[in-house]
């Protein structure tokens, strides 16, 4: 709808990329979100910056304001581009959506071992990720016996590891991730 608008009414269509329309849609659903739980279930971001930044060592893979990994995705302005709904799902069940620029690739070079790392760019003659000791690797597709995409994310499931309290702290901490707030 966001692109294409609604024939008939005052709803014009927009020239919108789809990662445009998506950033759009999120943030529609993040105004209506506190309203459809009725005020309720809102977590302490201040709290859920300490189980980021201890318990779920989140910091391990993901990177929030140049600090942390690259191995995942960096977090910086999650909260401009997700619903709480979203992210909720991605901490208990993060093989639900596994977003394409967040895919870990496996390669196995031909003469090497095997190596496994989120895929950050590939084309016909080279594949390039980023490894769990934060390496930025490049390997030529000539020198590779196999190249595989990983069926289930690299993140850990948090049901269980978390309390209910502590994922919705947790929720409430990356939804304040706006990116860089300016002065």
């Given at each position: 709808?966001?692109?294409?608008?609604?024939?008939?009414?005052?709803m014009p269509p927009g020239n919108f990329s789809p990662t445009q329309a998506r950033?759009?849609?999120a943030y529609l659903r993040s105004l209506a979100e506190p309203a459809a739980r009725g005020g309720l279930g809102a977590g302490v971001a201040a709290r859920?910056?300490?189980?980021?930044?201890?318990?779920?060592?989140?910091?391990?893979?993901?990177?929030?304001?140049?600090?942390?990994?690259?191995?995942?995705?960096?977090?910086?302005?999650?909260?401009t581009v997700r619903?709480?709904?979203?992210l909720e799902r991605s901490i208990l069940e993060p093989d639900f959506e596994i977003l394409p620029q967040n895919r870990f690739i496996r390669v196995v070079p031909k003469d090497g071992p095997p190596v496994t790392g989120r895929l950050l760019n590939?084309?016909?003659?080279?594949?390039?990720?980023?490894?769990?000791k934060d390496r930025l690797l490049s390997?030529?597709?000539?020198?590779?016996?196999?190249?595989?995409?990983?069926?289930?994310?690299?993140?850990p499931s948090y049901r269980g590891r978390l309390s209910g309290d502590e994922v919705r702290d947790l929720v409430s901490y990356l939804v304040s991730l706006k990116g860089i707030q300016q002065q």
């Open positions: 709808i966001i692109r294409n608008g609604i024939s008939g009414t005052a950033v759009i849609v859920g910056g300490v189980i980021f930044d201890g318990k779920g060592e989140c910091l391990s893979c993901h990177r929030v304001k140049g600090s942390g990994s690259r191995l995942g995705p960096d977090l910086s302005d999650i909260g619903t709480a709904t979203e590939q084309d016909t003659f080279s594949v390039q990720l980023v490894d769990s390997f030529r597709r000539s020198t590779l016996k196999e190249v595989t995409f990983l069926d289930h994310s690299a993140m």
